[in-house]
């Protein structure tokens, strides 16, 4: 018998893609603080679970629920809450792990306190606006400030998060996938923050890949991926998705 070679590569995901049977999906893309756009869309959602209420209905947040916008400690403690009907998964984003980094004065923190929108965070939890808050000898009292403001029952929320979720032919992830790696081996970082090998990559994956990370004007369809991230904190536009059976629809 001849030997075997190669490594074994899953096999891509059907077209059309799908859903199972009875199983309704919305994925909603980064938050970014918006809490007056998150609660319309939740009390849609709501509604809409309750009117079939033999199916079962999922909804999926691709992370990025802090910085930038006004409210990242309404977002946090409203989706704490649950969705009524539904169940609720909330995916890491890489503001969040960023968050958590200088938390735990890790050096990823230093982007977050820098690059990351910190100002809007800290504001929602009723954190004084400090013009040295980036400067480093200023981090050791931020981060008492905030341990001080932030419920310890947030913190436990953004440290229980998961970094991907598998339903039907649809992966769901906050950035994105790394190419050539199948998804059950990929690692956390690039799930929360990979970004340039993922958006360029043509190669069908296992599932199809449904993410935000990236901005972009109007909900991105590609052959193996969905960007749902319309830069919410911007443009107050929160996009969502519905998925049902093999059809896709912005909800």
């Given amino acids: 018998m001849p030997k075997k070679t190669g490594v074994h590569k899953p096999a891509p995901f059907p077209e059309p893609p799908s859903m199972p049977p009875q199983t309704c999906v919305v994925a909603i893309g980064d938050i970014h603080g918006r809490l007056d756009l998150l609660e319309p869309l939740l009390d849609r959602i709501e509604r ?23 409210d990242s ?17 909330v995916l890491k984003g890489n503001h969040e792990d960023a968050l958590l980094g200088f938390l735990d004065d890790k050096p990823i923190g230093d982007a977050w306190r820098s690059f990351f929108g910190a100002e809007a965070f800290l504001q929602s939890y ?3 606006g400090r013009q040295n808050f980036r400067v480093e000898k200023a981090a050791g009292k931020l981060r008492e400030d905030i341990f001080a403001a932030m419920p310890q029952a947030h913190i436990d929320f953004l440290r229980s998060l998961r970094t991907s979720f598998s339903i039907g032919d649809y992966f769901f992830v906050h950035a994105g996938v790394r190419p050539g790696v199948p998804l059950a ?7 929360v923050w990979i970004r340039d090998e993922f958006l360029h990559s043509k190669q069908r994956f296992e599932k ?4 935000g990370h990236t901005p972009v004007r109007r909900p991105d369809f590609n052959r193996n991926r969905i960007n749902l991230d319309t830069k919410a904190y911007a443009s107050g536009t929160l996009t969502a998705a519905l998925f049902e059976g093999a ?5």
């Fill in 208 to 211: 199809k890949i449904v993410h």
């Fill in 73 to 89: 400690a309404g977002v946090i403690e409203r989706l704490m809450a649950g969705v009524k009907g539904s169940e609720l998964i």
């Fill in 247 to 251: 059809e896709v629809t912005i909800f």
């Fill in 185 to 191: 081996e990929q690692e956390e970082r690039d799930l």
């Fill in 48 to 70: 809409r679970a309750a009117l079939l209420p033999g199916a079962r209905h999922v909804v999926v947040s691709l992370g990025d629920l802090i910085d930038r916008g006004p």
């Fill in 126 to 128: 009723g954190i004084a």
